[in-house]
Structure formats: structure tokens, C-alpha cells
């Protein structure tokens, strides 16, 4: 039997962490074997990416970073990603292709259709079999981060407006694919979210038997 590939997609500080290290005992539970990853960073090579796409002290062109985010992604998928899946894993990710899309592709202004065509060319089209978007206010989602950690990273410190199309660029690949997405108000407490995330991902598990 193939595994599975199940997304966690959100804007900063919607809690994605905390519900994938959920999910993932809740799958292990079951006795699923789960791989827990993310992106950017999911790799040694993609580690060094996400310390220049996060953290580089000058300019980075929009387009420059669109092709660091995507070349992560094109060795995250070919070395971790798809062999996991192939081998009958269920993968369990913290970002992909809808985040290019929202920050790159809208936040950025770069095109919501090219930035996507680069991540499914970077990729070789590997396509989610679930994507759960995490919805928060991004007003409530900065306050959040700030309580939590204080420093923002080059994305995170970005404007209101921005986290605004981000925001809106989740929802839109959502309602574009219902029966691959789910949108859960991440804003309410933990456990309602959690147990809304689990249920989705057991219907999901019964359905592939
Ligand atoms: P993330 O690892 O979720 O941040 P943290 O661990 O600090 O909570 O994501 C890092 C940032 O990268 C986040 O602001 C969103 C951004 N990002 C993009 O702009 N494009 C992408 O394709 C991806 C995967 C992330």
C-alpha cells in the first residue's frame, strides 16, 4: 500500500507545530508510521537554505527567494519526501507548494499560477492527499508570536497587507479544492482544533482501507 501525504498550511503563528506534533502521536497511536517534516528546512541542504531565506541581513529579490523556497522543495520531495511515501509512510508536513503560492506568489506579487507551475515542476507534480489550513486572524496570530518568542523572522516582520493576501491565498486554494482541504478556525482552544484536524485525518484513513 502507497502512504499518504498530509500538509499543515497556515499563515505565521497560526500553531502548525503544535497541531502536526499532535496529529503525529495521535497517527502513531494508531500505529501508523508517521515522518514528521517541513519546509523550508526539511534536509541538511535545506537547513542552510532556510538560514539565508530567513535570515540574510540585505535584500533578497522576490524572485530569488521564490527559487530558494522552491529549490528546497525540489530536494526535500525527491529525498524525503516521496521515497517516504513510497515505502507506505505517512508524511506529515508543516508548509508546501499553497505556501509559495500565498507568500511568493500573492504576498510577493509574483503570480499566484507561476509561482504554483515552479513548486509542481520542482516537485514533479506531487499533489497532497490532504491539506489542512489552519485560519487565524493575523492580528491575533502576531500577538500570539510576539507573547511567545519576541524576535520576528524576514517574513514574519512583513505588514499587515501582506499577511492579509496570505491569508486570503489559503482560503482561495481551499475553496478551489474541497475535497483535498479542510479550514479549521484555528482561533478557538487547542483541543476543539485538535479533535476537528484528527477527525478529518481518520475519515481520511478509513477511506484509503
Ligand atoms: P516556518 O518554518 O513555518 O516558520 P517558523 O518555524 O519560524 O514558525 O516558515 C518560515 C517562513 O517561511 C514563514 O514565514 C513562511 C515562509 N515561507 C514562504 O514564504 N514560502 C514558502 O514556500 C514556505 C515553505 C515558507
Known amino acids: 500500500m502507497t502512504g499518504l501525504f498530509?500538509?499543515?498550511e497556515g499563515g505565521d503563528g497560526v500553531g502548525k507545530s503544535t497541531h502536526a506534533a499532535r496529529l503525529a502521536e495521535h497517527l502513531a497511536a494508531r500505529g501508523e508510521t508517521v515522518l514528521r517534516t517541513r519546509e523550508p528546512?526539511?534536509?541538511e541542504l535545506g537547513l542552510e537554505i532556510r538560514g539565508i531565506v530567513l535570515h540574510h541581513r540585505g535584500h533578497v529579490d522576490p524572485r530569488?527567494?521564490?527559487l530558494l523556497y522552491a529549490a528546497d522543495r525540489?530536494?526535500?520531495i525527491a529525498t524525503v519526501v516521496r521515497p517516504a511515501v513510497e515505502r507506505g509512510e505517512i508524511v506529515l508536513q508543516d508548509r508546501y507548494i499553497d505556501s509559495s503560492v500565498a507568500y511568493q506568489?500573492?504576498?510577493?506579487?509574483?503570480?499566484?499560477?507561476?509561482?504554483r507551475e515552479l513548486s509542481l515542476w520542482a516537485t514533479r507534480g506531487l499533489v497532497p492527499d490532504l491539506v489542512l489550513v489552519l485560519d487565524v486572524d493575523p492580528g491575533t496570530a502576531r500577538e500570539r508570536m510576539t507573547a511567545e518568542r519576541g524576535?520576528?523572522?524576514?517574513?514574519?516582520?512583513?505588514?499587515r497587507d501582506f499577511h492579509d493576501r496570505v491569508r486570503g491565498a489559503f482560503l482561495e486554494?481551499?475553496?478551489a479544492h474541497p475535497d483535498r482541504y479542510l479550514v479549521v478556525d484555528a482561533s478557538?482552544?487547542?483541543?476543539?482544533?485538535?479533535?476537528e484536524l484528527r477527525d478529518r485525518v481518520d475519515e481520511l484513513l478509513a477511506s484509503r482501507r
Request: glycine share 12%; no cysteine.
Open 188 to 195: 478557538r482552544e487547542p483541543d476543539a482544533v485538535a479533535a
Open 105 to 115: 506568489g500573492t504576498g510577493r506579487e509574483l503570480g499566484a499560477d507561476e509561482i
Open 64 to 66: 530569488a527567494e521564490a
Open 151 to 159: 524576535a520576528l523572522d524576514r517574513l514574519e516582520a512583513e505588514a
Open 173 to 175: 486554494a481551499a475553496a
Open 6 to 8: 498530509i500538509v499543515l
Open 41 to 43: 528546512g526539511g534536509t
Open 74 to 76: 525540489a530536494h526535500h
